[in-house]
């Protein structure tokens, strides 16, 4: 699950985990629950700031996937039905469903509900986007 990939930061009812490389800075965190995601703050990330239901609603708008979470006694997160993607205006691909990512250096395929993937073949961490193509700089 989420706290599998990326630091976990946990807390009471709920552990967050992030993968700052697949972070794009779309903010959905930051100005869904600041009280919780707070960039100048050290740790940047307190699960215990808010209702746990209500940190994994925030995580779920995290249109990269590097924010994950893991409810201390909850079900893990459901994909979203049907599968959806989404072509971004700069190219990049918006996935949302249950979704098995197959990652070009032969490792094992990666199981998302959420995922941002490069649309100019230019991510350094393919098929993710990271902002180092024409794509990731929209």
Partial sequence: MGTERGRPYPG?????????ARCLHAAECVHGLPEVFDTERRPWITPDAAAA?????????CPSGALQYELADGPP??????????????GRLVLRGDLRIRVPDG????????ATLCGCGLSGRQPFCDHSGVCGRG
């Fill in 12 to 20: 009471q009812g709920i552990t967050v985990s992030f993968e700052g």
């Fill in 53 to 61: 239901d209500r940190v994994a609603e925030v995580i779920r708008r």
């Fill in 77 to 90: 997160e459901l994909p979203d039905r049907p599968t959806t993607v989404e072509r971004t205006a700069d």
């Fill in 107 to 114: 490792g094992a395929d990666q199981q998302e509900t959420r």
